[in-house]
């Protein structure tokens, strides 16, 4: 008595929402916290690729997600640069409230 393997399963159309759902919610938080968009929008279109199908959704997720990351970089550093400018100032001048060239300082 011999022993057949099983029939090999036929095969399966690709899922045409790999990853599509993924995409949205990357789209929606690259919008509100662009670095975690960006990460869930690459998962969900690396998703899709291995599924075969486009996910366009997840491709703006990731050009959005990239840029507002950027703009966030600059922003923080700027905004680090200027702050450090002010605790320097405050450091030369002391305590207290201080006009120097039009601009009020108020240090503590």
């Not at 036929?10 to 670095?35: C, E, H």
């Not at 680090?80 to 002010?86: F, M, P, R, S």
């Amino acid at each position: 008595m011999s022993t057949t393997p099983p029939p090999a399963a036929p095969y399966a159309a690709p899922d045409s929402n790999a990853g599509r759902t993924l995409g949205i919610v990357g789209l929606i938080l690259a919008i509100i916290a662009p670095l975690i968009g960006l990460i869930l929008s690459i998962v969900a279109k690396v998703q899709s690729s291995k599924a075969g199908v486009k996910n366009g959704v997840a491709t703006a997720g990731i050009i959005v997600g990239a840029i507002l990351t950027v703009v966030g970089v600059i922003v923080g550093i700027v905004v680090g640069v200027t702050l450090a400018g002010v605790v320097a100032k405050c450091a030369d001048l002391g305590p207290g409230t201080h006009h120097v060239g039009g601009v009020t300082y108020t240090c503590s």
